[in-house]
Structures are given as structure tokens and as C-alpha cells.
T-cell receptor, first 114, second 117 residues
Framework: DAKTTQPNSMESNEEEPVHLPCNHS???????IHWYRQLPSQGPEYVIH???SNVNNRMASLAIAEDRKSSTLILHRATLRDAAVYYC???????????????FGKGTLLTVNP | DARVTQTPRDKVTEMGQEVTMRCQPI?????VFWYRQTMMQGLELLAY????????DSGMPKDRFSAEMPDATLATLKIQPSEPRDSAVYFC???????????????FGSGTRLTVV
């Protein structure tokens, strides 16, 4: 599996934007970039995913570098509820139906200060 | 919003006892996963199914763990016999994977917290 690198932790202030970086220098052309987050005492939660173009949804934005070797998850206005571990995962659809799994790393622990 | 339901929420058992964890995936989802999370190892994939057929269970200790999907509305993870090192939070997740392998996000349950004493 291609590997991602994220900072262990980040801190932000409430109502300010947060940019969570992820490096994936060995990404292949068919790898999608998926982001999940895990709030305390809960299961992981899907946030967003993309392939080449930047993506927006109601939760966040995903900015993907032109060479695809890095990406940034953007929370436009952090709230206390956004405090969580954020995971950047490469997902390769593959062929043959045997590669649907998500491999989680350690992620980035985001602390939001009031 | 549709949810993945896991039962029980918490389980405390004695070493050597059988433990069965259940998961009701979201209706219409064709892929189901079992993960285990500990502080030391993080989130580990144990097994997963597509259209109820097991695709990969290489993450499971085969001698004591078994995972099944008796029907589309139920996935089970069984540990027999349980050991203290099995203490962890076990998550079930489900998702829709299309014919080309694309998924649009998996939904995780709230987990079963297992403590083996």
C-alpha cells in the first residue's frame, strides 16, 4: 500500500480555518485520496475524497497538489466539535475485487482551542 | 442518516469465554469490514466481505477469530476462546463499492468495547 505522512498533532483556534497536510509522494495514478476523522469515543467518519481536482462538501474542502504528491484538508471555520484524529488514506480501486480496504495510519490529532 | 448498528456496545468477559459481536450494515451496502482499535496498534483491519463473500481475513488470528455474514443484514465476529490481549474496540463498517471498485465513503458503527479479564 502507498504510504501517507501526516503531522502527529496540530492545534487551532475556534472559528479559524485549519489546514491539515498529508504527504503521499509514492501515490500511483489510480490512487484516490480519502480523509476520515475519528471523534473521541466514536468510530471513524468519512469526510471527503478526491483524485486530481479540488473537492468541496459540506464538511470540508480537499486541495490536491498538481503533482498529487501532497494534499490538504481544509476546515473553513473550526469548531470545538472538529477536535478529532484526522486520517489521510490512499485508496486504490484496483481490479479483481480484492482491494476495497482502507489502511489507517496514526493520523493527525487536531486540538481546537476555544 | 442511515447507521451501522453494532451490538453489544460494551462487553466484559472472562478469559476463555466465547464472545460474539454483531453488526447490522446499512441496507444496500455491499461491502462490510471488521476493524480492531487499540492504543498500541491503532486501527487494524481484521476481515472484510463483498456481497457477503469473504474477501480478506488475513488480519485475523485464525485459530480463535471467525467472521461471517449469514445474511445481508447481519455480520458477526466471534472470538473463541477469548484472551486478555483481545481487549480492544471492534468496529464494523459498511459501504457501497461499485463495479469498478470505487467507493463513496464507508460508514462505521460506534464499536463494541471488549474487555477480557
Amino acid at each position: 500500500d502507498a504510504k501517507t505522512t501526516q503531522p502527529n498533532s496540530m492545534e487551532s483556534n475556534e472559528e479559524e480555518p485549519v489546514h491539515l497536510p498529508c504527504n503521499h509522494s509514492t501515490i500511483s495514478g489510480t490512487d484516490y485520496i480519502h480523509w476520515y476523522r475519528q471523534l473521541p469515543s466514536q468510530g471513524p467518519e468519512y469526510v471527503i475524497h478526491g483524485l486530481t481536482s479540488n473537492v468541496n462538501n459540506r464538511m470540508a474542502s480537499l486541495a490536491i497538489a498538481e503533482d498529487r504528491k501532497s494534499s490538504t484538508l481544509i476546515l473553513h471555520r473550526a469548531t470545538l466539535r472538529d477536535a478529532a484524529v484526522y486520517y489521510c488514506i490512499l485508496y486504490s480501486p484496483g481490479s479483481g475485487g480484492s482491494n476495497y480496504k482502507l489502511t489507517f495510519g496514526k493520523g493527525t490529532l487536531l486540538t481546537v482551542n476555544p | 442518516d442511515a447507521r451501522v448498528t453494532q451490538t453489544p456496545r460494551d462487553k466484559v468477559t472472562e478469559m476463555g469465554q466465547e464472545v460474539t459481536m454483531r453488526c447490522q450494515p446499512i441496507l444496500g451496502h455491499n461491502t462490510v469490514f471488521w476493524y480492531r482499535q487499540t492504543m498500541m496498534q491503532g486501527l487494524e483491519l481484521l476481515a472484510y466481505f463483498r456481497n457477503r463473500a469473504p474477501l480478506d481475513d488475513s488480519g485475523m488470528p485464525k485459530d480463535r477469530f471467525s467472521a461471517e455474514m449469514p445474511d445481508a443484514t447481519l455480520a458477526t465476529l466471534k472470538i473463541q476462546p477469548s484472551e486478555p490481549r483481545d481487549s480492544a474496540v471492534y468496529f464494523c463498517a459498511s459501504g457501497l463499492v461499485d463495479y469498478s471498485g470505487h467507493n463513496y465513503g464507508y460508514t462505521f458503527g460506534s464499536g463494541t468495547r471488549l474487555t477480557v479479564v
